[in-house]
């Protein structure tokens, strides 16, 4: 008799993606998706979706949504926590909702030590509004705003969100993967689960960056964009786990900021 | 029991928030309200509620949103250059139908302006507060205890209504200390269904969203929003009338001003002269209804307010061209005195054919 | 003995999973067009289908459900 090992999470409504045909959004919902189906939170989960292509994620996700203000997901999703310190609480973002735009919210939440999660789609590119320059697009990739490469002169280089948000003490995670093969897949779904695992057991904020592909705005074919993914983003946004208080050795993130002071008051290295 | 206490302003809108069931305060520093923020960090803890500062006023509005989303009674204040920044926020509130009270405690503008008192947010709050076609409920106290008495109602009037509801206030009146008898802190409030609150398997999901992409949908929503204003329009209108009945000269005039107005109309009866003042409570909605009555009667309108000329707009609208209506203020800070207003009135009274004795 | 299931309301014939499928024994359908106009996915030959759920994990759409 043949069972099923494999079929669509419960947490997902019956609504077809809008997303482009390959686009890797597609796959990280259904990791939160599943996340939520096996630790049986979707009846206390309350998502928070930005501006941007998965603006439509709250017709996507079977919990609770509300959808923000461009680049604001972070400052609602806490004002959702500290109305409902029960239930689970993840903002779902872009590059540019997280990192131009909301780079603010995003800071402050972290720095905070909200007990939310964010799942954080980097494909370094404004996918949207048809292509634009994101503060994640790499030195010399052609966009619709830098039609001639990203010239570091004029636009500065690409921002590596985990790296600069793993120096902040209200950080539990700080993790990077990506969802380009079935290994990396159930490797970026361990560590979604793991984000959402260190907010219900308080630890801290927590952030996954997913390294993504944009194959409608790279001009590239799912596959292709996969690829091209491989060979330029990975070397820039290496995967790995930045941050992980639990993993020093700490129960949450006011006992590792403590030790932290501690070393630095008697001289040594933070 | 009531209690009487001495307050300042600020402290009084803070109180009063949460004796109406706020338990979540979001606030940046911002002279002349921070006071309140300071009130709600010590007090709002203690209360069992949430009081957090923000990274920006932008920050606090999207958290009020949040919180607001979640069903509860939350609110932000700062004062005029940080409300223009809460302007995206306060139409996402709108365009969700999310309840929420927003204060502004005015200063000298545009720009950084100055720190002093002024009426210059008039406009921004009942006519642009945010982009898109929408209104939110502005209320204008005079006094500390009209401060408080209007928060504590504000709460009331958004949950009822679903609509953010602004006070528009002054530094004068956030600075100042009046006796005020606190209210009764409130223990019922309105369910609320729509509420993020987790499904928990027992409903269908509940989405707090302003996108309606289709733009048959997206009318529809407007219409029935406007529907809602309508009702507002019809049943919330609040304007004080003082001396009005055989006015001919009415002055309009609302908040820290009509203060110095009532004292200029007291003197211009002394004198002889037949002056009243009507004070809009509600600027939007605007008491309409009762100024075009004065028209009716009176021979000319003087709006006294600190700001170029804002509310003398509607007050035209209101009376539609049956008689003069004139504009006195001093802007800047400046709060216009006693004795200059006075003078407004009388160069109003001469101006008009056969005076107003 | 494995199979897949593909729903063709949410295919977009992106192809990931047949890049993927380590037995190449899933095609894009040319003979179908779905709804929306994409050549869905479909299995060739139930008997190279190990059930490794490979396609199922890379697809964008949630659109294969996997028996085993």
């Keep these: ?270 | ?357 | 003995m494995a199979r897949i299931i593909v729903d063709v309301r949410y295919c977009k014939g992106c192809g990931l999973c047949v890049e993927v499928c380590p037995s190449n024994c899933i095609v894009l359908d040319p003979d179908t067009i779905n709804d929306k106009g994409y050549h869905p996915a479909m299995l060739t030959d139930e008997s190279l289908c190990t059930g490794c759920a490979s396609c199922a994990i890379m697809c964008p759409d949630v659109a294969i459900t996997v028996e085993r």
Excluded at chain 1, 20 to 43: F, K, S, Y
Excluded at chain 1, 154 to 176: I, K
Excluded at chain 2, 78 to 91: A, F, H, M, Q, V
Aim: hydrophobic share 40%; glycine share 10%.
């Design chain 1, 1 to 270: 008799m043949s069972k099923v090992v494999f079929e669509r999470p419960d947490s997902l409504t019956d609504t077809p993606f809008s997303y482009c045909p390959g686009c890797t959004h597609g796959i990280v919902h259904r990791l939160v998706a599943e996340t939520m189906d096996e630790l049986g939170i979707e009846g206390t989960t309350v998502g928070v979706a930005p501006v941007g292509c998965s603006v439509l994620a709250y017709e996507f996700f079977g919990c609770d949504m509300v959808q923000a203000a461009h680049g604001r997901a972070p400052a609602v999703a806490t004002a959702l926590k500290r109305a409902l310190p029960d239930n689970v609480v993840f903002a779902y973002q872009g590059d540019g909702d997280l990192a131009s735009i909301g780079m603010a919210e995003t800071v402050h939440a972290a720095t905070r030590g909200e007990r939310i999660t964010i799942v954080f789609i980097n494909n370094a590119i404004y996918g949207m509004t048809g292509g634009q320059l994101a503060p994640t697009s790499l030195p010399k990739q052609v966009t619709q705003t830098s039609p001639f490469g990203r010239d570091v002169d004029n636009d500065g280089f690409p921002v590596r969100v985990v790296e600069m948000l793993a120096t902040l003490d209200g950080v539990a995670l700080a993790q990077r993967v990506t969802v380009d093969t079935p290994k990396n897949v159930r490797a970026a779904k361990r560590a979604i689960k793991k984000a959402f695992e260190y907010q219900i057991d308080d630890v801290g904020y927590t952030i996954i960056e997913v390294v993504s592909t944009c194959p409608t705005n790279w001009g590239l074919s799912p596959s292709d964009a996969l690829q091209w993914m491989r060979d330029n983003m990975l070397p820039y946004y290496p995967l790995g786990v930045y941050k992980d208080v639990k993993a020093e050795g700490y129960a949450n993130v006011a006992e590792a900021a403590e030790a932290r002071a501690e070393k630095l008051a008697s001289g040594g290295d933070a």
């Design chain 2, 1 to 357: 029991m009531t209690e009487k206490v001495l307050m300042k302003g600020n402290e009084a809108l803070a109180e009063a928030a949460i004796r109406a069931g706020c338990r979540f305060f979001f606030g940046y520093p911002i002279t002349p309200q921070t006071e309140l923020a300071a009130y709600m960090a010590k007090r709002m803890g203690k209360a069992g509620g949430v009081y957090l500062q923000a990274e920006s006023e932008i920050a606090a509005i999207n958290m009020v949103y949040g919180a607001s989303a979640a069903g509860k009674r939350a609110m932000t204040s700062s004062s005029s250059p940080g409300i223009s920044l809460k302007g995206e926020g306060i139409s996402y509130m709108a365009g969700a139908d999310l309840p929420g009270v927003i204060i502004n405690v005015q200063r000298g503008g545009p720009g950084l302006g100055g720190i002093q008192p002024s009426q210059s947010d008039y406009f921004q709050a009942t006519r642009a507060i945010g982009h898109g076609d929408f209104h939110i409920i502005v209320l204008a106290p005079s006094t500390v205890q009209e401060m408080t008495d209007y928060v504590y109602r504000a709460f009331d009037l958004a949950d009822e209504y679903r609509t953010p509801v602004m006070i528009l206030a002054d530094g004068m009146l956030g600075q100042m200390m009046e006796p005020v008898v606190l209210p009764e802190p409130k223990t019922e409030f309105p369910a609320k269904p729509w509420a993020v609150t987790g499904h928990k398997g027992e409903r269908p999901h509940n989405i707090v969203n302003s996108l309606f992409l289709a733009p048959e949908r997206l009318e529809e929503t407007n219409i029935e929003r406007y529907e809602r204003y309508d009702r507002i329009k019809a049943t919330e209108q609040l304007a004080e009338e003082y001396l009005v009945e055989d006015a001919e000269i009415v002055v309009v005039s609302f908040g820290a001003s009509s203060r110095i107005v009532r004292s200029a109309v007291n003197k211009a009866r002394e004198n002889g002269l037949k002056v009243g003042l009507i004070r809009p409570i509600t600027l939007w909605p605007f008491p309409t209804d009762i100024i075009s009555a004065a028209a009716d009667h009176a021979k000319a309108i003087l709006t006294v307010e600190m700001n170029m000329g804002q509310m003398v707009d509607d007050v035209r609208l209101a009376v539609c061209g049956r008689v003069p209506v004139e504009f006195f203020g001093r802007t800047g800070g400046i709060i216009p005195t006693p004795a200059e207003t006075l003078a407004a009135i009388e160069r109003l009274s001469a101006s008009l054919e056969g005076g107003a004795r």
